[in-house]
């Protein structure tokens, strides 16, 4: 957090939880709303059939998915997509996780001492580079395969994808949670395993010697300018 400037604590996902007893059990919610308020700085349980996102609980593993949505004509009555069949293909190719939980634990990594199965980042996307980098200094340099449907952007790509996957995945957003959580129009995602998080931030603490102020410095700008 403050080798980045975040303006918020990464959130910590657990799939198989002991529910803390500083945790709030939400009611009604949203996946990506449950987030919101970890990131926010709680720690929050959210179990699966209080879930209000039909596409959310089935991705989660807790319900199966609607039938309009399951034909695609749910996302042509909302305007993401023309064809019916564009959205039903969007969600065929929708990851799912498979598992016979009963709620998940979110958390501010910064307020709660657990090793996380997925952990989340929302914010500028310069802030989200240097993590993206970290994982790549990790990896010996191999290119990010990133995958998204601009569609979960929160519970899929974020969280079920680089759990599913044991790596990173970058999200530009969707439709719902930019409708639903106060996610700024400048903001983005990144997930990546909980596994990786020492190494990533041995990382970052490498980047942060040089390349992160030199970045933000923008002394090839001023020189173009003749500051």
């Not at 305007?79 to 039903?88: H, K, L, P, R, S």
């Not at 997925?118 to 995958?147: C, F, H, T």
């Not at 390349?211 to 090839?220: E, H, L, T, V």
Request: proline share 5%; with cysteine; hydrophobic share 40%.
């Amino acid at each position: 957090m403050s080798i980045l400037d975040l303006s918020a604590s990464p959130v910590g996902v657990k799939f198989h939880e002991k529910v803390p007893e500083n945790a709030v059990i939400l009611k009604k919610h949203r996946y990506c709303q449950a987030l919101m308020r970890a990131r926010r700085g709680e720690v929050v349980v959210l179990p699966g059939d209080e879930i209000t996102c039909p596409a959310a609980a089935r991705a989660l593993g807790f319900s199966e998915l609607p039938e309009k949505l399951k034909t695609g004509k749910g996302l042509v009555g909302f305007g993401i997509v023309e064809e019916e069949e564009t959205g039903a293909q969007m969600f065929q190719d929708m990851p799912e996780l498979k598992w016979r939980g009963r709620s998940i634990l979110l958390y501010p990594l910064d307020r709660h001492d657990e090793k996380p199965d997925v952990v989340v980042v929302e914010d500028q996307p310069e802030k989200l580079m240097w993590i993206a980098l970290a994982y790549l200094n990790l990896m010996g340099g191999r290119r990010i395969n990133s995958s998204t449907a601009v569609l979960q952007a929160v519970c899929v790509d974020a969280t079920i994808i680089p759990y599913l996957n044991s790596g990173f995945n970058i999200s530009l957003g969707c439709y719902g949670c930019r409708d639903a959580t106060d996610i700024g129009t400048e903001d983005a995602l990144v997930g990546f395993h909980g596994d990786m998080l020492p190494e990533i931030v041995k990382k970052l603490k490498y980047l942060y010697k040089r390349a992160i102020p030199r970045s933000r410095a923008k002394n090839a700008l001023k020189n173009l300018r003749g500051d």
